[in-house]
Each structure stands twice: as C-alpha cells, then as structure tokens.
C-alpha cells in the first residue's frame, strides 16, 4: 500500500505529520532533510507515540558549547518517556530501566592534573520493545509512504 503523505514544499524540515493508512496512525517525519516513518503506537502502554518530542544526543566540544546531534534520533513517548529510534524503531529506556548517566570528572590545580575519573560505560542500551517502522521516500516531489 502507498500512501501518498502530501507535497515536499508543504513539509518543512523539523516538522511531522500523522496519517491513516487503513487501520494504522503512522507519523512521518522530516528532518534534517530525511523522512521517518514510524506506528503512531507506543508498544510499551499503546501511547500516541509520534506525539512525543525528538531527542538527539547532546555533544559538546567546550564548556558552554553544546550542541543536539540528529544522528542517533530518537522519538519518546509522551505517556511514559520510552525512547525508540526513529529509523530502527529500537527502544532505549524506560521506567524500569531507568538509570542516570555517569560523566568523566577531572580535577585540576594550577594547571596540573590531580585525578582523572573515567565516566566508564554510559551508552544507551536497548530496550525489550520495537515500534514499527516504515519507508518514506520522495517522488516527483511528493512525500510516499509505503506500507
């Protein structure tokens, strides 16, 4: 089945919109260009999953300079927080699995290194739940979603 989502020039980057295919709510989503689309259903709790806010990884290369990376990209849900990957589906956290991140801490005197604490593993794991996911693409300018 495709379904034709609406015009390129009426999808602006960053934004999403939600649509019926059958008995399916899917949302597609653009950004940085690409097009997403993932099941409009949360698996944890059925949540309206494409509700929810994007989330990057923020990355910084000086104190006070961050920045939010797009790659991974990451949809929570508005019910309960789970994360799932916008191209994979992949679930990252949620309520039981919720931990907080460690950091690396240096401590520095005059200008020489004191201690030197490695923040050890703080990398995302996955999550027992999927969400379906589907491929969007353009064609003569239009957005396609196949299902």
Same mark, same amino acid.
């Given at each position: 089945?495709?379904?034709?989502?609406?015009?390129?020039?009426?999808?602006?980057? *960053?934004?999403?919109?939600?649509?019926?295919? !059958?008995?399916?709510?899917? #949302?597609?989503?653009?950004? +940085?260009? &690409?097009? /997403? $689309?993932?099941?409009?259903?949360?698996?944890?709790?059925?949540?309206?999953?494409?509700?929810?806010?994007?989330?990057?990884?923020?990355?910084?290369?000086?104190?006070?300079?961050?920045?939010?990376?797009?790659?991974?990209?990451?949809?929570?849900?508005?019910?309960? *927080?789970?994360?799932?990957?916008?191209?994979? !589906?992949?679930?990252?956290? #949620?309520?039981?699995?919720? +931990?907080? &991140?460690? /950091? $690396?801490?240096?401590?520095?005197?005059?200008?020489?290194?004191?201690?030197?604490?490695?923040?050890?593993?703080?990398?995302?794991?996955?999550?027992?739940?999927?969400?379906?996911?589907?491929?969007?693409?353009?064609?003569?300018?239009?957005?396609?979603?196949?299902?």
């Amino acid at each position: 089945m495709r379904v034709v989502v609406g015009p390129v020039s009426e999808f602006p980057d *960053g934004e999403r919109q939600i649509v019926r295919a !059958g008995v399916r709510s899917i #949302g597609v989503f653009r950004v +940085g260009g &690409r097009f /997403y $689309g993932i099941r409009n259903r949360c698996p944890h709790q059925g949540g309206p999953l494409c509700l929810g806010h994007l989330l990057g990884d923020a990355v910084a290369d000086a104190p006070g300079n961050a920045t939010v990376s797009a790659d991974p990209l990451r949809l929570a849900c508005p019910w309960h *927080g789970w994360e799932y990957d916008l191209q994979t !589906g992949q679930s990252f956290m #949620g309520p039981s699995a919720a +931990g907080v &991140r460690s /950091y $690396g801490v240096a401590v520095e005197r005059g200008g020489a290194l004191l201690a030197d604490v490695d923040a050890g593993t703080a990398q995302l794991q996955p999550g027992p739940y999927t969400a379906e996911t589907f491929e969007v693409h353009v064609e003569d300018d239009f957005v396609v979603l196949e299902i």
